[in-house]
Structure formats: structure tokens, C-alpha cells
């Protein structure tokens, strides 16, 4: 890196365990005995931070108090470990997908099913995190951002169990595409509001959460769905999600005996991927790959790759990899997924891809529409089309190792372990438009032609 | 930098004296009057004839480049005391409707970041009027601190309004304009705490932005209680002027607001003026704007 900046003004603790290693290596990092795990912001090296309007400071300090305190409550912590055992069905599974592997050279890989839990994504894993905070400052409402939906749906669920108000900010042209996801959230008991301002996209949902947080923010928590944001959204976030990184690492070695070669996961904001990297963070034989979204290609400028063709940049409140254009300008994202397509990161990853711990790179979306078909019909398992991202360089990833096996090994030797972030309902009218499944003149191959973000 | 005193400052403090002979500004505070801060010399002139200043809003490039600098000329010949130039965005989060809509069309015409250098120039190079602009970080961290200050002083601005930008995350900014004696403008809102207005205050030059409402920019039929209440929390935490924005569009309001504050912001309403009547109504509304800051009849 060499457009770096670091913020000031800051107690030194704060910031100390970045600041002790600067710019060094992974290496230098687990050499010195410094942990990579439970990073607390507000900076991860020079990512991170609160570039926000001043009005919004005293509701992110308020958070961040209320979240210290509740961590080192024990109420707290079992009530979100009674949650997530007896609503959202904790713990997942951890599946072995034989047939799949033998697409990925031979290796063993493990799906950490995600998909399993209540709303059918990790999502839920950080809504009901985000609530029971939310309660516990006495707010009465809270607002959240969807692109496709599903933290959306996540989002509403949680305040329905909670007893709380929501309303959910999407994108007009994803509301109508998303009809059936946006009637659940009505089912659910939110209201959802079309953003129908700059470009209409994920990225203005959130601008018109932030403009609705300004304006209410006495009785209103901003569930943000990403470990992205101001701090201390990408460490709480991250804090709801490292359960799935736990479970995964304790159950790897109790199914296999060992830690696995590599981990992967999808990439758009981050938040799975940064709750399953972080179990392994400080195991330093275990490689992590984030996968992100590469869209038509990383060549033709339309995708979503952030941190493979982005620059650091400040956008929603956190300085991180940003797709922009020379003036700075946000840059329109583009990804057959919606889940990924954001032109930002969060911030922790930004780090980690700097000091080398995790490696990013992306995925078109033929490559995961391929990979898509293929765990539905070698595992019986239909993914989300974000975790086909992440299925996709498994394949790779998979071939890679099995390549380069040292005397005497076999790829049997060698274990992968995916995120399998969430199920494919969603995106089944997608997959069958892609792949040419509808009948003419049916109302849901209208739908599949208009647009990416079905 | 600003002092730190309970009292409110006037112009007639004696430790704060501008001499308008020569229009040169003696007095023993640095980075303010004395240090050459084109933002306090402006409001201190309206205070010294025994007003509170006017401050207009315009974004750059809407509906085009030299739309904006005949409009800021004309706010400048018709009684604004101070002028703001907004850099459209992509991201513009603080703005309501109305601002989102003249920037998304300065964008779609083509407006490009360094034409903002244009407009400042355009603007100080007819009048005598103090230029800020108001940015969103972003493109000023793209084309980089440093440079991006260096054009800006070249240009003749004043120096910067940065809604989302805090002290906490400024230190490449405050070297630059401690550097180059740009005045950096932050806000404060009716949330700030008592420790964060002290830093804020202590970290503003020129001048510091009140927020009078929580929420986005945007024309309110009432600007509420909480403006005087920021305006007083920045007085006593050492501000020598604090100016309040935020749903100001009448001259009743600009009456209200100056009987506390040291200046009165008003970006909506020209911004609608522009829309709707070319150069000729942002010079009407503004001529109406500045009779809520007469000048004292004695």
C-alpha cells in the first residue's frame, strides 16, 4: 500500500495493536505473538475509523458503550447463545461434500452450513445480536438496508421476535424485483421503503438509512447487515458472526482430527467471511481466500471486486477499499449476485489483504452460476448465488492444492472448509432464467430478463 | 485556533479589533481574524456593523459551471456575506432531496471535481466575497489532501465545510490548512457531547457550522430550540463565531436565528431559487434573505 493514512486523535490503546505491527507481513504479525482474533477498532491498520456527519457520533459512541457493556455481561451473552441455540438452530452443521469435491482435485471439502439456520443465511447470526442492543438502549425502531433481501428478511424477523418497529431501505427497482421477498418483510411486520434516489442500489438504501438514522436517531438503531460501516459496526458485526468460525474450527478437528488447508468464503460487504476467517485467524497453516464478485469480468469494469481493483477510499462511514472513479466519485457495482453487489468492504478485510493473512480474488458470474449447478446436483444442496462466489474458488482453490502435493501425498490429505453462507430459494427465479429453465411467457422469466439483482 | 473562554466574544472585546481602514485584521489569536482566516474577517464585517452574517449555499456545476459563478456573484452583489460552493457527490448523505436532485444533475452534466477550482476562482476573481466549499471526504482524500488544499488556496478560497468529516479523522486536513491558513469548517449537532464541542471547537478555524435540527438539509417552516442551544454550547466552549445551517429559508428565520448566532446558513431555498429562476431569483432571495440581517440603525 502506499496511499496510507492513519487517523489521529485517538487514544493510543486504541489503536495500539495495528499501529505495534504497521505495515508488516502475517509473518511479522504471528511471529511477534500478536493475535489477528477480536480486533476492537475503531482502526485495523489504516481501515476503519468513523468518517461520518458529527450528528450520528454520539449514537455510534452510545453503541459502542452499550455493546462493551453487554460483551462482558453474562446475561447478554446467554441470551444470544439461547437465541441462536433455540430460534435460530445453532450449531450448523458441518457437511462433508464428496461428490462436490471431486470437482475441487480431489481435496476434502466441508460446507459450514449457514443455510440451515432460521431465514436461511448467517444473517440472522447479527440481527439478533443487533436487536437485543438495540433493546437494551431503549429504542423502540430499527432500520436496516436489503439489496436482495435476505438481511432484510433477517432484520424483520428479529423485531418481530423482539417487539420492535422496522422499516427496511431497498432499492425501488430491487422492491419490484424482490416482490416475494419485500411481501415476507410485510409479513413479517416492516414496512419497506423503495430508495428511489442516485443510482437505486444497495448502496443508496444505505444513504437513506444513514438519512433516516440522522433524523430519529433518539428512539432508532441502524441494524447495519455488513461488518462495514463506522466503528463499531465491523467489530460487532464481526463479534455476532465469530461463532461461525468457532464452531467450524472445533468441528473440523473433531470430524477430521485437523485444521483444514484453506477456508473460503463470498465477499461483498465481508460479514461471513469475516466470521468464519476469524476462528482461524491465528492459525497461520490455514489459508483464507475471499471470493468476490467479479460480475461479467474484471476487465470489463462491471463487477464488484473492491479489494482485487478498488482503491482506499471513505465511503458509509469507514475508510477501506472502494470502487471509485479519479474524481472519487462511488462507482456503480455490478454482480449477478445482489448480496455482492456493493462497491465497497469492510475494513478488516482491507487489513487482512494488506498484511497478506487473507487473499482475495474474484469470481465471475458464469464461474459461480457453474459452481451453482453444480453443488445443487452433486450434493442436493442449492446454494445462495453470493456462496456460489465462494463454492467457485473452492474449485480452484481445490485443484491448486491438489497440484502442488508434496512426495507421497494425496489430495484426500489436503481439506477445505466453505462458507455455505446461505440457501438458494432466493435466487431460484435467477437460476432459471440463466439457465434458460422458464417457459416463454411466463411472468417470471419477464421478471429474470430485467435485470442482475433478481 | 479558538480561545477558550465562557464569555461570549464581541466586536467590541478589545483583545478582537478589526481595523477597517485598511480592511487589515490586528489581534493576538492565531488562525483566526489575525492569521488571515477569509471566513472570520467576513463574518467579523458583518458583525461590525451590527449584524450576523449571511451565508449562502450552491453546489458546483448546477445546472452548469458558470451557472454557479453568476449565481455566487449574484449572492455576493445582493448582501451574502459568505458564500459556499457544495462539490456534488455521489454518497451525499447530510442532504435532503432538493440538494440530492441539483447535484445528481450537476453530475449528469458532466461536472468534474477540479471544475470546483473554476468556480471558486470565477467567484473571488469578480467579488470580495469569502469562498468555502462543502465537501463530502472522499474527493478531497482521492485527488489528495495536500494538493487538493494547495489548488484551493490558488483558486482564492477561504477554505472547507467537511459534514463528513470529523476532527478525530483530520489530522492530513488540519496540518494542510494550518499550513496554508485555509479555514476548516467543522459541525456540531444537537447531539454533540460536551467533551466533543470543546474538541471541535478547539479544531475549527473560521468559523463553526451549528446544525440546528437532527436530520438532512432541507427548508423547515421552524428551525426549532435546540439551534440556540448548540450555538450556545459552541459560544461556551470558546467559539468566536458559530453560524447555524440546516432548514433555514426565510428572512423571518434569518431574523430569529442572528439575534443568537454569529452567522445564518441558507443552501436549500437558493438551490430551489436557482431551479426555478435562473440567476435573477437566487439575487431576488437573496436581496429578501439579507433584510433578516439589517444593519444596526444606530
Redesign the interface.
Known amino acids: 500500500m502506499t496511499d496510507t493514512?492513519?487517523?489521529?486523535?485517538?487514544d493510543g490503546a486504541e489503536a495500539g495493536a495495528a499501529d505495534a505491527i504497521d505495515a508488516g507481513t502475517a509473518e511479522a504479525f504471528l511471529s511477534h505473538d500478536q493475535s489477528l482474533r477480536h480486533a476492537p477498532g475503531p482502526y485495523f491498520g489504516s481501515y476503519g475509523?468513523?468518517?461520518?456527519?458529527?450528528?450520528?457520533?454520539?449514537?455510534l459512541?452510545e453503541l459502542q458503550d452499550t455493546f462493551d457493556k453487554a460483551k462482558a455481561d453474562p446475561d447478554f451473552t446467554a441470551q444470544v447463545a439461547d437465541l441462536n441455540k433455540n430460534y435460530a438452530g445453532r450449531p450448523s452443521l458441518l457437511t462433508e461434500a464428496q461428490r462436490f469435491a471431486e470437482h475441487c482435485g480431489g481435496v476434502r471439502v466441508f460446507l459450514k452450513r449457514e443455510d440451515l439456520n432460521h431465514t436461511g443465511s448467517h444473517k440472522i447470526n447479527n440481527v439478533l445480536g443487533q436487536a437485543l442492543l438495540a433493546k437494551r438502549m431503549g429504542k423502540t425502531r430499527v432500520i436496516a438496508e436489503t439489496g436482495a433481501g435476505q438481511h432484510g428478511v433477517a432484520s424483520a424477523t428479529a423485531a418481530a421476535l423482539l417487539g420492535l418497529e422496522c422499516v427496511v431501505y431497498m432499492g425501488a427497482e430491487d422492491t419490484r424485483r424482490q416482490a416475494l421477498n419485500v411481501a415476507r418483510m410485510q409479513l413479517l411486520g416492516a414496512t419497506v421503503i423503495p430508495v428511489t434516489?442516485?443510482?437505486q442500489t444497495l448502496?443508496?438504501a444505505i444513504?437513506d438509512a444513514?438519512?433516516d438514522w440522522?433524523?430519529?436517531?433518539?428512539t432508532t438503531h441502524y441494524l447495519l447487515g455488513t461488518a462495514a460501516g463506522a466503528h463499531p459496526f465491523p467489530a460487532m458485526v464481526r463479534y455476532f458472526h465469530e461463532v461461525i468460525g468457532e464452531e467450524a474450527r472445533s468441528q473440523i478437528l473433531e470430524q477430521t482430527g485437523k485444521l483444514p488447508d484453506a477456508v473460503c468464503a463470498c465477499v461483498g460487504g465481508g460479514s461471513n467471511a469475516i466470521g468464519i476467517f476469524h476462528g482461524f485467524l491465528d492459525d497461520r497453516e490455514v489459508a483464507l481466500y475471499g471470493f468476490e464478485a467479479g460480475g461479467d469480468g474484471v476487465e470489463t469494469g462491471r463487477h464488484a471486486a473492491t479489494i482485487t481493483l478498488g482503491r482506499p477510499?471513505?465511503?458509509?462511514g469507514a475508510r477501506s477499499y472502494?470502487m471509485?472513479d479519479?474524481?472519487?466519485?462511488?462507482m456503480e457495482s455490478h454482480s449477478i449476485s445482489a448480496g455482492l453487489d456493493y462497491p465497497g468492504v469492510g475494513p478488516e478485510h482491507a487489513y487482512l489483504a494488506d498484511i497478506g493473512r487473507a487473499n482475495y480474488e474474484p469470481i465471475t458470474d458464469a464461474e459461480a452460476m457453474e459452481a451453482f449447478q453444480l453443488l445443487s446436483r452433486t450434493e442436493g444442496i442449492i446454494p445462495a448465488i453470493e456462496t456460489a462466489h465462494a463454492l467457485a474458488g473452492a474449485m480452484k482453490v481445490g485443484r491448486r492444492l491438489a497440484a502442488d502435493l508434496g512426495p507421497g501425498e494425496q489430495a484426500s490429505d489436503r481439506i477445505l472448509i466453505v462458507n455455505l453462507s446461505g440457501r438458494g430459494d432466493k435466487d431460484v427465479a435467477t437460476a432459471a432464467g440463466y439457465f434458460d429453465l422458464l417457459p416463454d411467457d411466463s411472468a417470471e422469466q419477464e421478471i429474470a430478463q430485467e435485470g442482475e439483482q433478481l | 485556533m479558538t480561545r477558550h473562554s465562557t464569555d461570549r466574544p464581541t466586536a467590541q472585546m478589545t483583545d478582537h479589533v478589526i481595523d477597517h481602514a485598511t480592511d487589515a485584521p490586528v489581534g493576538r489569536h492565531a488562525g483566526t481574524v489575525a492569521d488571515g482566516s477569509k471566513a472570520a474577517a467576513a463574518i467579523e464585517k458583518a458583525r461590525s456593523e451590527g449584524r450576523a452574517a449571511l451565508i449562502g449555499y450552491l453546489p458546483a456545476g448546477f445546472p452548469d459551471v458558470q451557472a454557479t459563478i453568476d449565481a455566487g456573484i449574484a449572492m455576493a452583489e445582493n448582501g451574502m456575506d459568505l458564500i459556499e460552493i457544495g462539490i456534488p457527490?455521489?454518497?451525499?448523505?447530510?442532504d435532503?432531496?432538493v440538494i440530492?436532485e441539483a447535484t445528481?444533475e450537476a453530475?449528469a452534466n458532466g461536472f468534474?471535481?477540479p471544475q470546483i477550482f473554476d468556480v471558486v476562482e470565477g467567484i473571488t476573481r469578480s467579488t470580495d466575497a469569502a469562498v468555502l466549499v462543502m465537501t463530502y471526504?472522499?474527493?478531497?482524500?482521492?485527488?489528495g489532501v495536500r494538493n487538493f488544499a494547495e489548488r484551493l488556496k490558488a483558486a482564492g478560497g477561504a477554505g472547507l465545510i467537511t459534514?463528513?468529516?470529523?476532527?478525530?479523522?483530520?489530522?492530513?486536513w488540519l496540518e494542510a490548512s494550518e499550513e496554508l491558513g485555509l479555514d476548516r469548517v467543522?459541525?456540531?449537532?444537537?447531539?454533540?457531547?460536551p467533551q466533543?464541542m470543546q474538541?471541535?471547537v478547539d479544531a475549527s478555524r473560521g468559523f463553526v457550522y451549528a446544525?440546528s435540527v437532527?436530520?438532512?438539509t432541507g427548508a423547515r417552516s421552524s428551525v426549532g430550540t435546540a439551534a440556540r442551544a448548540v450555538v450556545d454550547a459552541a459560544h461556551g466552549a470558546g467559539a468566536e463565531r458559530v453560524c447555524v445551517g440546516l432548514g433555514v429559508s426565510s428572512s423571518a428565520q434569518v431574523r430569529e436565528i442572528g439575534a443568537y448566532a454569529d452567522g445564518v446558513i441558507v443552501g436549500t431555498a437558493l438551490v430551489a431559487a436557482l431551479r426555478d429562476g435562473g440567476v435573477a431569483a437566487v439575487a431576488d432571495l437573496t436581496r429578501e434573505l439579507s433584510t433578516g440581517t439589517p444593519k444596526a440603525s444606530s
Open positions: 493514512h492513519q487517523g489521529t486523535g485517538r475509523g468513523r468518517w461520518m456527519p458529527e450528528s450520528l457520533i454520539a449514537a459512541d434516489n442516485g443510482s448502496k443508496d444513504n444513514l438519512r440522522v433524523a430519529n436517531v433518539e477510499g471513505v465511503l458509509h472502494l471509485q479519479e474524481d472519487g466519485q462511488t | 457527490y455521489s454518497d451525499p448523505v447530510m435532503g432531496q440530492q445528481v453530475l468534474t471535481v471526504w472522499n474527493p478531497v482524500m482521492r485527488m459534514p463528513d468529516l470529523i476532527p478525530d479523522e483530520a489530522a492530513e467543522f459541525l456540531v449537532a444537537p447531539s454533540t457531547s466533543r474538541n471541535t446544525v437532527m436530520g438532512v
